[in-house]
């Protein structure tokens, strides 16, 4: 089995530090490091940017590595110090397209298919596709792989696979022939850095973008609602942020008064991200919309009672085993849920329960095993 894999939707930020914060790369990371434990990596050569070769040379030191690089690029980002990436161009000038035929591949994976990651070759492709959000917003264009026979498309959750059955209209044949494989979560929290604004407090934490589907607001709404009957502090964490939407957070929380009940922090290290989940009192995530919805699942695996909305796939991913608003867009609702779970959380043995539940259904082997039995049909 030869198999090429697409690396190249890797973040820039994440080559240069070295460290994975988006959940498409996360998800692919775990499958990848899935595939070294089985002893199967000698079956894949990843696809990655030029300026991204020095990480992967690190992290993943068991695969192959195919380097794609365009001379004229590479200069500009040296000439630029880096701040030309121009990677975007090796799939748009066909020099992506060409490594890969030159390979002898037997089949190609993509494990963040959207329109601007998806190149269309003479090999049989593998597409997971995580959510069509894109779609939604900006339309089809670039998204004909959908009904290309040549595409074997594998969605992380039936939310997102029936979305796409419905936006496209798909015949039955073509949505029979998509498979869901769930994102494996699989996460190490023994190192840990206290954040010592924190310590020994109380605290509510979500761990989501500043980004308007995140829904970040109806949670800072719902807060101030309860803050003369709670001791506990709102902690928001995220990797990525909407300055308009930041800003619009940050003079809510001025006018109410909450400079010393909220805390926004950004881009927090791994060690700090560990601490804060391990050690929350309770999780919320008032998000609308999810393609999979992974960090409601690492907060209930380290038994930490969970709050969520039903939106897209989050009941599912969760598989009902946390607690629920039914709108999402209610202040008051979420307000009244979590000053019950704040006086009344849920048991240990429950969360022991849930954690281990949640553990096996997304074991990383057992999900590498299913993407194996879907390379070997590809050939």
Not at 75 to 95: E, M, P, Q
Not at 122 to 145: E, K, Q
Request: aromatic share 12%.
């Amino acid at each position: 089995m030869n198999i090429a894999i697409d690396c190249t939707f890797f973040g820039h930020a994440e080559a240069r530090s070295k460290k994975l914060s988006l959940s498409t790369s996360i998800f692919t990371a775990d499958i990848l490091d899935a595939f070294v434990k089985m002893g199967l990596s000698d079956n894949f050569t990843l696809f990655v940017n030029y300026n991204h070769a020095s990480f992967f040379q690190e992290r993943f030191p068991q695969y192959k590595l195919k380097i794609l690089k365009f001379f004229p690029l590479t200069l500009a980002n040296k000439i630029s110090d880096g701040r030309f990436k121009g990677t975007k161009y090796l799939k748009k000038l066909g020099i992506f397209k060409r490594a890969v035929k030159k390979g002898g591949f037997d089949s190609i994976w993509f494990p963040y298919c959207v329109d601007y990651t998806f190149v269309q070759t003479a090999l049989p492709a593998l597409c997971t596709i995580h959510d069509i959000y894109p779609v939604h917003r900006n339309g089809m264009s670039g998204w004909n792989f959908i009904k290309n026979q040549n595409c074997t498309l594998t969605t992380v959750s039936n939310y997102t696979k029936n979305d796409i059955i419905g936006t496209f209209g798909l015949d039955e044949a073509r949505a029979n022939s998509i498979t869901k494989i769930p994102n494996s979560i699989i996460f190490d929290v023994s190192k840990k850095q206290e954040r010592k604004e924190l310590s020994g407090k109380k605290y509510i934490l979500d761990l989501n973008a500043y980004i308007e589907k995140k829904n970040p607001l109806t949670l800072l709404k719902a807060f101030n609602l309860i803050k003369e009957k709670t001791n506990a502090t709102l902690v928001f964490c995220g990797g990525y942020k909407d300055e308009n939407l930041f800003a619009e957070m940050k003079n809510f929380i001025e006018e109410n008064s909450l400079f010393e009940r909220v805390l926004l922090l950004f881009r927090v290290t791994d060690e700090e991200r560990n601490w804060l989940l391990t050690n929350a009192t309770l999780f919320v995530t008032p998000s609308l919309f999810e393609g999979f919805g992974r960090t409601p699942v690492e907060a209930a695996i380290c038994k930490i009672p969970v709050i969520s909305t039903k939106e897209t796939s989050l009941f599912e991913a969760t598989l009902g085993l946390c607690n629920y608003v039914e709108n999402p867009k209610d202040e008051n609702e979420l307000a009244e849920l979590i000053l019950k779970k704040l006086g009344n959380p849920d048991s240990e043995e429950k969360l022991t329960e849930i954690a281990k539940i949640l553990t096996e259904n997304y074991e990383p082997e057992t999900l590498a095993k299913r993407y194996m039995e879907l390379f070997s049909k590809l050939r």
